[in-house]
């Protein structure tokens, strides 16, 4: 009987990809099991791993913002996502985006020629046996939701999402649009200026629109952070003013004039011949969008390439459900990353999916799992999923409210300003991870593979087998 370690991997989405090239490169072999395209999805448009649905940002960089923070911790342990999106970017200012296309190409690449990982095309009906990481992401299958829930009972929970649309460069009327970044940030955006009567004729469009009605058995419930944009029109005229439009930072570059309202244009790809509406996720029939798109100043002739959707996330009740290391609290072969495991967002997603690779791996070598430190972002968004009130538990994502906070005065006494006690949290984070990789041998190692299988982390066993053996079997991923 071959004894030597092998894990499974149940979706090849941010999490499940990351999972995946983690726990190969602790020297276990992969079954990383993805049901397209033997079984597709309402959003997914390709067969490609780490395909990007939603939008095509990993949020914002930088030492004062907290998804820079996270950004920089995957960067440190070699993280697949965050790798390839950084050889994958597209302008966008302040945040890291990347060309959708070209980052799910190079992470399938990297996935399919790394010598431990045994890609499966199937969905898988059942849970699997032995090590797990289960990222199935927010789209995960009737059959083997139904699967996880006849495991887990009445915590299996549910709620939609929305996509927002892209249109075409050239049917964007530049003479209309101009560049400005938001509070004098780089210029990467292209924005549309409402007046007051422009910005009527929105609302007048988006109450007049037919929305996505879902079937009896769905329940209509958005997370905040991707709330559709008339969802945010029903709750008040001036709400989307106050959110995706708010036109604070955004006056013109050359007349200084201020408006009413802006929309916001996001390149999606490395020739930015396609551009998304910041904030305009939508559940929108398509008809109706392309009607709303185009009372939009600067996109009265718009070529809409890509419509928003609306899709079903799923995700547990982390709290009641998970350990901080994301093992099942009453499996410890189980483990879950990215959306499932009740994260928001694909960095998000990625990381925690490679955290979960790693601790599955170690969990078939026989080591104990690991847990990053509190002040790290990725050990506080962990201990968050496991220690929230599991009461109308809703998806987190990176944010300064999960770390410890920064105090209020340096060394020498003095106030310091927010953004110096950010970047003071960001360095302590950051050093802290970094030697948390360094004491268990993870830093700075490869997404992309080598030839060779690498070799065990530093604490694995001396008589730990690394050599290959043959798969067994059976969804997607985010």
Same mark, same amino acid.
């Given at each position: 009987?071959?004894?030597?370690?092998?894990?499974?991997?149940?979706? =090849?989405?941010?999490? #499940?990809?990351?999972?995946?090239?983690?726990?190969?490169?602790?020297?276990?072999?992969?079954?990383?099991? $993805?049901?397209?395209?033997?079984?597709?999805?309402?959003?997914?448009?390709?067969?490609?791993?780490?395909?990007?649905?939603?939008?095509?940002?990993?949020?914002?960089?930088?030492?004062?913002? +907290?998804?820079? *923070?996270?950004?920089?911790?995957?960067?440190?342990?070699?993280?697949?996502?965050?790798?390839?999106?950084?050889?994958?970017?597209?302008?966008?200012?302040? =945040?890291?985006?990347?060309?959708?296309?070209?980052?799910?190409?190079?992470?399938?690449?990297?996935?399919?020629?790394?010598?431990?990982?045994?890609?499966?095309?199937?969905? %898988?009906?059942?849970?699997?046996?032995?090590?797990?990481?289960?990222?199935?992401?927010?789209?995960?299958?009737?059959?083997?939701?139904?699967?996880?829930?006849?495991? /887990?009972?009445?915590?299996?929970?549910?709620?939609?999402?929305? &996509?927002?649309?892209?249109?075409?460069?050239?049917?964007?009327?530049?003479?209309?649009?101009?560049?400005?970044?938001?509070?004098?940030?780089?210029?990467?955006?292209?924005? *549309?200026?409402?007046?007051? =009567?422009?910005?009527?004729?929105?609302?007048?469009?988006?109450?007049?629109?037919?929305?996505?009605?879902?079937?009896?058995? $769905?329940?209509?419930?958005?997370?905040? #952070?991707?709330? !559709?944009?008339?969802?945010?029109?029903?709750?008040?005229?001036?709400? !989307?003013?106050?959110?995706?439009?708010?036109?604070?930072?955004? $006056?013109?570059?050359?007349?200084?004039?201020?408006?009413?309202?802006?929309?916001?244009?996001?390149? $999606?790809?490395?020739?930015?011949?396609?551009?998304?509406?910041?904030?305009?996720?939508?559940? *929108?029939?398509?008809? @109706?969008?392309?009607?709303?798109?185009?009372?939009?100043?600067?996109?009265?002739?718009?070529?809409?390439?890509?419509?928003?959707?609306?899709?079903?996330?799923?995700?547990?009740?982390?709290?009641?459900? %998970?350990?901080?290391?994301?093992? %099942?609290?009453?499996?410890?072969?189980?483990?879950?990353? #990215?959306? *499932?495991?009740?994260?928001?967002?694909?960095?998000?997603?990625?990381?925690?999916?490679? %955290? &979960?690779?790693?601790?599955?791996?170690?969990?078939?070598?026989?080591?104990?799992?690991?847990? !990053?430190?509190?002040?790290?972002?990725?050990?506080?968004?962990?201990?968050?999923?496991?220690?929230?009130?599991?009461?109308?538990?809703?998806?987190?994502? +990176?944010?300064? #409210?999960?770390?410890?906070?920064?105090?209020?005065?340096?060394?020498?006494?003095?106030?310091?300003?927010?953004?110096?006690?950010?970047?003071?949290?960001?360095?302590?984070? /950051?050093?802290?991870?970094?030697?948390?990789?360094? =004491?268990?041998?993870?830093?700075?190692?490869?997404?992309?593979?080598?030839?060779?299988?690498?070799?065990?982390?530093?604490? &694995?066993?001396?008589? &730990?087998?690394? @050599?290959?053996?043959?798969?067994?079997?059976?969804?997607?991923?985010?």
């Amino acid at each position: 009987m071959d004894s030597r370690p092998r894990i499974t991997v149940v979706g =090849a989405g941010m999490a #499940g990809s990351d999972a995946a090239l983690a726990a190969a490169r602790q020297g276990v072999d992969v079954d990383l099991v $993805e049901m397209r395209p033997v079984r597709t999805t309402p959003a997914h448009a390709t067969d490609r791993f780490a395909e990007m649905v939603c939008s095509n940002s990993l949020g914002g960089t930088g030492e004062t913002n +907290a998804k820079g *923070l996270l950004q920089a911790e995957m960067r440190a342990a070699g993280g697949a996502i965050v790798t390839h999106a950084d050889a994958s970017r597209v302008p966008a200012g302040g =945040a890291l985006a990347v060309d959708r296309s070209v980052l799910a190409e190079r992470v399938t690449a990297a996935v399919e020629a790394h010598p431990r990982i045994t890609v499966r095309r199937e969905e %898988l009906t059942t849970l699997p046996d032995g090590p797990a990481v289960l990222a199935t992401g927010p789209l995960t299958s009737d059959t083997f939701a139904a699967a996880i829930a006849e495991r /887990l009972g009445e915590d299996f929970l549910g709620f939609y999402d929305a &996509a927002a649309p892209i249109v075409d460069v050239d049917s964007i009327d530049m003479d209309v649009a101009y560049r400005k970044g938001r509070y004098d940030q780089a210029a990467d955006y292209l924005n *549309l200026p409402l007046r007051e =009567a422009d910005y009527a004729r929105f609302l007048e469009a988006i109450g007049e629109a037919r929305s996505h009605t879902p079937h009896d058995w $769905e329940k209509l419930e958005f997370f905040e #952070g991707c709330m !559709p944009i008339e969802e945010l029109a029903r709750r008040g005229p001036e709400t !989307p003013r106050f959110g995706p439009m708010k036109p604070v930072g955004l $006056e013109h570059p050359e007349t200084g004039e201020r408006f009413h309202a802006v929309v916001q244009l996001r390149q $999606e790809d490395a020739a930015g011949r396609m551009w998304s509406l910041v904030g305009f996720q939508t559940g *929108l029939k398509w008809g @109706d969008q392309k009607t709303v798109v185009t009372t939009l100043p600067g996109l009265e002739n718009a070529d809409v390439v890509r419509y928003g959707v609306m899709h079903r996330n799923t995700y547990l009740n982390a709290p009641r459900l %998970l350990e901080a290391h994301l093992a %099942l609290r009453n499996d410890a072969d189980l483990f879950v990353a #990215g959306v *499932l495991a009740g994260t928001e967002g694909y960095l998000e997603s990625s990381a925690t999916g490679w %955290l &979960a690779g790693t601790n599955a791996a170690r969990r078939a070598l026989g080591l104990d799992p690991l847990l !990053p430190p509190e002040t790290s972002m990725l050990g506080g968004l962990v201990r968050f999923l496991s220690g929230a009130n599991p009461d109308g538990f809703q998806p987190m994502n +990176a944010n300064w #409210g999960l770390v410890p906070n920064a105090p209020k005065k340096d060394d020498a006494g003095r106030r310091m300003a927010k953004k110096d006690r950010r970047a003071w949290m960001f360095a302590r984070g /950051l050093e802290a991870f970094t030697g948390f990789l360094g =004491a268990h041998g993870l830093a700075a190692a490869p997404a992309v593979p080598n030839d060779a299988p690498q070799d065990a982390p530093q604490d &694995a066993p001396k008589d &730990a087998p690394h @050599d290959r053996a043959p798969a067994p079997a059976g969804v997607g991923g985010d």
